[in-house]
């Protein structure tokens, strides 16, 4: 099935909003709702229905009968990556930014990142964040050291997140660098872009100020909620991806270290291996786990130990610990 596309007449937008959408029926809404209540007005949200068997698209299209400013793409089935670059092969506006269709936004967001990028003339303008979830809400602070691209290129593998959330980005960069979306992951994609842009001598600016909810735990639908062994095989794709892409880079090994040590960590925390499946995935990145300094030094150690055989002791404690909390 070929993407739906809506042509929209007149003048390009300020800003493109995009929202992959699967299976998002319960808190599609909100999260919609949310952007058309921006205080700026000049913005399109393109709306991709990635095949969602539930009731999202009809929920897409309602928004598009009721506001212009909706332009809804149905596709089929192809993951995450695939539905953002979509969206971002139909946008129109100067600047574009990402939601997830089970988290919602600030009304100021878009007059607020958009007059920063104005003002500095910036290809990419950061900001901080929220993360919301059964404890309540955590305010996160994203101000890099600097604001070199080297420099935000290398946190992004230490203390900033690599979502495409908090950034807006000017859509022009990501035709001069060549930068897509890669079909073949569907979980950290927007670090994958983030990186392929802060390759190059982007002008990036930061404004101190929170303006997007990530709602974590919301979603049973997210890769991050199950792990198998075809989850094993995506997370080794990505570190192939990210290996080839900072190849030669300063940001090399620390970038290969930090995923990694996310990809045994991940599996750690699944518990679907035995000891000596774990040595067998794991062992030849024991290395890199001192070279990540984002897990604790605790998380380290039970990985580094993982490694020689402790596997499923140290899982039982850390299950343990879970329940107690």
Same mark, same amino acid.
């Given at each position: 099935?070929?993407?739906?596309?809506?042509?929209?007449g007149?003048?390009?937008?300020?800003?493109s909003?995009?929202?992959?959408?699967y299976k998002?029926?319960k808190?599609?809404?909100?999260?919609?709702?949310?952007?058309?209540?921006?205080?700026?007005?000049?913005?399109?949200?393109?709306?991709?229905?990635?095949?969602?068997?539930?009731?999202?698209?009809?929920?897409?299209?309602?928004?598009?009968k009721?506001?212009p400013?909706?332009?809804?793409f149905?596709?089929?089935?192809?993951?995450?990556?695939?539905?953002?670059?979509?969206?971002?092969?139909?946008?129109?506006?100067? &600047? /574009?930014?990402?939601?997830?269709?089970? *988290?919602?936004?600030e009304?100021?967001? !878009?007059?607020? @990142?958009?007059?920063?990028?104005?003002?500095?003339?910036?290809d990419?303008?950061i900001?901080?964040y929220?993360?919301?979830?059964?404890?309540?809400?955590?305010?996160?602070?994203?101000q890099?050291?600097?604001l070199?691209?080297?420099?935000?290129l290398?946190?992004l593998f230490?203390?900033?997140?690599?979502?495409?959330?908090?950034k807006?980005?000017?859509?022009a960069?990501?035709?001069?660098?060549?930068?897509?979306?890669p079909?073949?992951?569907?979980?950290?994609?927007?670090?994958?872009?983030?990186?392929?842009?802060?390759?190059?001598?982007?002008?990036?600016?930061y404004?101190?100020k929170?303006?997007?909810?990530?709602?974590?735990?919301?979603n049973?639908?997210s890769?991050?909620?199950? &792990? /198998?062994?075809?989850?094993?095989?995506? *997370?080794?794709?990505?570190?192939?991806? !990210?290996?080839? @892409?900072?190849?030669?880079?300063?940001?090399?090994?620390?970038?290969?270290?930090?995923?990694?040590?996310m990809?045994?960590?991940?599996?750690?925390?699944?518990g679907?291996?035995?000891n000596?499946?774990?040595?067998?995935?794991?062992?030849?990145?024991?290395?890199?786990?001192?070279?990540?300094?984002?897990?604790s030094?605790?998380?380290?150690?039970?990985?580094?130990?993982?490694?020689?055989?402790?596997?499923r002791?140290?899982?039982?404690?850390?299950?343990?610990?879970?329940?107690?909390?």
């Amino acid at each position: 099935m070929e993407n739906k596309v809506e042509k929209s007449g007149g003048p390009a937008p300020k800003v493109s909003v995009i929202v992959p959408v699967y299976k998002a029926e319960k808190y599609l809404r909100k999260c919609v709702d949310s952007i058309l209540a921006q205080t700026f007005r000049d913005f399109e949200v393109l709306l991709v229905d990635d095949g969602s068997p539930d009731k999202s698209g009809e929920i897409c299209e309602e928004y598009a009968k009721k506001d212009p400013r909706v332009r809804v793409f149905h596709k089929e089935n192809g993951g995450v990556s695939s539905a953002r670059q979509c969206g971002l092969d139909n946008a129109r506006g100067e &600047y /574009t930014i990402h939601a997830d269709p089970d *988290d919602w936004v600030e009304p100021k967001m !878009l007059e607020e @990142l958009y007059a920063k990028a104005k003002a500095e003339d910036a290809d990419m303008v950061i900001c901080d964040y929220y993360v919301n979830d059964r404890r309540g809400q955590r305010y996160v602070r994203q101000q890099p050291s600097a604001l070199d691209h080297e420099t935000v290129l290398r946190e992004l593998f230490q203390q900033l997140h690599g979502s495409c959330c908090n950034k807006l980005v000017r859509r022009a960069c990501y035709r001069e660098y060549n930068v897509s979306f890669p079909l073949e992951i569907s979980f950290c994609e927007d670090v994958y872009v983030n990186v392929s842009l802060l390759k190059h001598a982007i002008k990036v600016v930061y404004h101190p100020k929170a303006y997007y909810h990530y709602v974590n735990g919301n979603n049973p639908n997210s890769i991050v909620r199950s &792990y /198998t062994q075809a989850t094993y095989d995506h *997370d080794m794709r990505l570190l192939g991806l !990210l290996d080839k @892409l900072t190849q030669g880079m300063p940001c090399h090994d620390l970038c290969f270290a930090h995923f990694a040590v996310m990809s045994m960590s991940r599996a750690f925390d699944a518990g679907i291996y035995t000891n000596k499946e774990f040595i067998i995935l794991f062992s030849d990145y024991r290395s890199y786990i001192k070279k990540d300094p984002v897990p604790s030094l605790i998380r380290r150690a039970s990985l580094w130990l993982s490694c020689v055989g402790l596997y499923r002791p140290l899982l039982k404690l850390y299950k343990l610990k879970k329940k107690m909390l």
